[in-house]
């Protein structure tokens, strides 16, 4: 049996839509003075460099942007693999008193984004702490909520939304797997 997708966003749309959500952040934060990038592995990591790089063009400035790996942060781990592959976590300036934009490709359950803010925290105290995400598709399990959402998509909880990035999977794509 093969799998049924269908694509809902392409190259054009995901750029389209990277460079709306940095003029918004760019609006909401009236600059980038304090503000700071967060990518959650993996292809979160992407979209911040990629958010990153519009803001530079944008504002002239180079903003603190890191990366983290959430894995054993997850309620969940144990349950998703016996041997979880951990990536790295890079966050090379103080997240004190820093307006944080955590970033990550889909937005589904909420527990990934619990599990960053777990540690994020052990990082130390920003003053505010928002959310990016590319694709937000419901069915949220815990309360949790984007700040910056590129699509909404509604989908069932047993289709796959996938996203693929060219830094990572040689193209820009977003698709929906039955």
Sequence with gaps: MMNKHHKILDTAEIDRILTRITHEILEVHKG????????????????AKRIFSRIYEIEGVEIPTGHMDITLYRDDWTRISPNPIVQTTEISFSVDE???????????TGRTVRAALDALIDFGRPDRIELLVLVDRGHRELPIQANYVGKFVETRRSE?????????DDEDQVIIED
């Excluded at 980038?32 to 979209?47: E, K, M, W």
């Excluded at 820093?98 to 589904?108: A, E, H, N």
Aim: avoid cysteine; glycine fraction near 6%.
């Design 32 to 47: 980038a003075d304090n503000l700071a990038l967060i990518g959650i592995q993996t292809r979160g990591v992407y979209l």
């Design 160 to 168: 796959r939304v996938n996203v693929l990035l060219a830094e990572h």
């Design 98 to 108: 820093k307006q944080i934009v955590l970033i990550d490709d889909v937005l589904f």
